[in-house]
């Protein structure tokens, strides 16, 4: 199993812009990460993460170590994502948060049904939201362990 990262780059697929900005202040306040990289819609993460059109330099894109991902985007959906991701080899060891306002237990079982590592709500204040991504950032990127992982070799492209 192959899987190129950089062990402090956070990748935030949200479309909302404010909910974006808020997600990356209460990241770097944790402080444990260098990089935090935000796409907008479903296509862009793909495209990210498969290092595609604009992402295509994976030197400049490296693969995150964590990735907080939205159900509800334009397009392709959250869900969908997910599926894609954790059917990629060198893609499905990232751990991938849903970061969601969805209450609902449909979404939470379908998540979860694509593998995904683990389901949160967005609280409404702002204190409490940054409160859970602080913890989101310091349990995945400074307390679990990580499988350790080679760098995918060049050219090492599997299509979705």
């Given at each position: 199993?192959?899987?190129?990262?950089e062990p402090?780059t956070?990748?935030?697929?949200?479309d909302?812009?404010?909910?974006?900005e808020?997600?990356r202040?209460?990241i770097?306040?944790?402080g444990?990460?260098?990089?935090?990289?935000v796409?907008?819609?479903g296509?862009?993460a793909?495209?990210y993460?498969?290092h595609r059109g604009a992402?295509?330099?994976?030197?400049?894109?490296?693969?995150?170590a964590?990735?907080?991902?939205?159900?509800?985007?334009p397009?392709m959906d959250?869900?969908e994502v997910?599926?894609r991701?954790k059917d990629?080899?060198?893609?499905?060891?990232?751990p991938?948060?849903m970061?969601?306002?969805?209450?609902?237990?449909?979404d939470i079982?379908?998540s979860?049904?694509?593998?995904?590592?683990?389901?949160?709500t967005?609280?409404?204040?702002?204190?409490?939201?940054?409160?859970?991504?602080?913890q989101?950032?310091h349990?995945?990127l400074?307390?679990?362990?990580?499988p350790?992982?080679?760098?995918a070799n060049?050219?090492d492209?599997?299509?979705y």
């Amino acid at each position: 199993m192959k899987i190129a990262r950089e062990p402090s780059t956070i990748l935030i697929v949200e479309d909302e812009e404010p909910h974006a900005e808020l997600t990356r202040r209460a990241i770097r306040k944790a402080g444990h990460v260098d990089r935090i990289d935000v796409v907008t819609d479903g296509e862009q993460a793909l495209d990210y993460l498969f290092h595609r059109g604009a992402f295509s330099n994976a030197d400049e894109f490296p693969h995150p170590a964590l990735i907080l991902l939205d159900i509800n985007l334009p397009g392709m959906d959250g869900i969908e994502v997910l599926r894609r991701i954790k059917d990629t080899p060198r893609l499905k060891l990232i751990p991938v948060i849903m970061l969601t306002t969805s209450q609902r237990e449909e979404d939470i079982v379908a998540s979860y049904g694509a593998y995904a590592n683990s389901y949160l709500t967005k609280p409404v204040g702002l204190r409490e939201f940054e409160g859970k991504v602080m913890q989101l950032d310091h349990y995945w990127l400074h307390v679990n362990e990580p499988p350790i992982v080679k760098p995918a070799n060049e050219g090492d492209h599997e299509p979705y």
